[in-house]
């Protein structure tokens, strides 16, 4: 298994660009979800889908999108970047919604709004 | 609200003496407790999990964690440190009440730990 990847490693955008970064697990994970990663603010949830077809928003959502058409994919849409948006944005996924299972990361996408 | 606290940004440990990186949380019902590792430029990778029963869990590379409800705490622990051990730990809590706070995770702000040789 691949686990959870992630693409791309690194970009850069310029104010008000759009990006979408991809994300996909090969696990059959139910439970997909986005994170930021800030210096000193630990991770923050942006969206997280519980299953193909339904998504929802978590505490930071404001300028991002996401869908999930398949179990497998679950890419985060920046629909006009700022620079408050340069962060580490990791996906991660899980077994399921309820029950004790440990979240799987991928490698993290490091992106720089100019 | 669920939270988590990581009281310390960073703690720093001789190689061979004992570590502990500290935790409490807040969550509605009964918590699963987890701690996550992460080594410079990569993603977090799992250590250990609270699910219930055993108050003291042993987890991946030697790491153990004790769980105490009184206190809500969930220290994660090595009883002896290596210098491979220096690297980002984050301790994240969910409630295990069903489908409470819609299964969300919260992760504390982590705690660099460094290990000196």
């Known amino acids: 298994n691949a686990g959870v990847t992630q693409t791309p490693k690194f970009q850069v955008l310029k104010t008000g660009q759009s990006m979408t970064l991809q994300c996909a697990q090969d696990?059959?994970?139910?439970?997909m979800s986005w994170y930021r990663q800030d210096p000193g603010m630990g991770l923050r949830l942006i969206h997280y889908?519980?299953?193909?077809?339904?998504?929802d928003q978590g505490e930071v959502p404001n300028g991002y999108n996401v869908s999930r058409s398949t179990t497998e994919d679950f890419p985060l849409r920046l629909l006009s970047a700022a620079p408050s948006q340069t962060s580490v944005y990791f996906c991660?996924?899980?077994?399921?919604?309820?029950?004790?299972?440990?979240?799987?990361f991928g490698p993290g996408t490091r992106l720089t709004v100019t | 609200a669920q939270s988590v606290a990581q009281p310390e940004d960073q703690v720093n440990v001789a190689e061979g003496n004992p570590l502990t990186v500290k935790c409490t949380y807040s969550?509605?019902?009964?918590?699963?407790l987890f701690w996550y590792v992460q080594y410079p430029n990569r993603g977090l990778q799992f250590l250990l999990k609270?699910?219930?029963?055993?108050?003291l869990v042993k987890g991946s590379y030697g790491f153990e964690a004790e769980f105490n409800k009184s206190q809500t705490s969930f220290h994660l622990k090595k009883p002896s440190a290596l210098v491979s051990d220096s690297a980002l730990y984050f301790c994240?809590?969910?409630?295990?009440?069903?489908?409470?706070?819609?299964?969300?995770?919260?992760f504390g702000d982590g705690t660099t730990l460094t290990v000196k040789p």
């Open positions: 991660a996924s899980r077994a399921g919604t309820v029950g004790p299972y440990e979240q799987y």
């Open positions: 696990m059959n994970h139910e439970y």
């Open positions: 889908s519980v299953g193909a077809g339904i998504t």
């Open positions: 969550v509605s019902g009964n918590p699963y």
């Open positions: 609270y699910i219930t029963g055993d108050n």
């Open positions: 994240a809590v969910r409630s295990s009440s069903g489908n409470t706070n819609a299964g969300k995770s919260t």
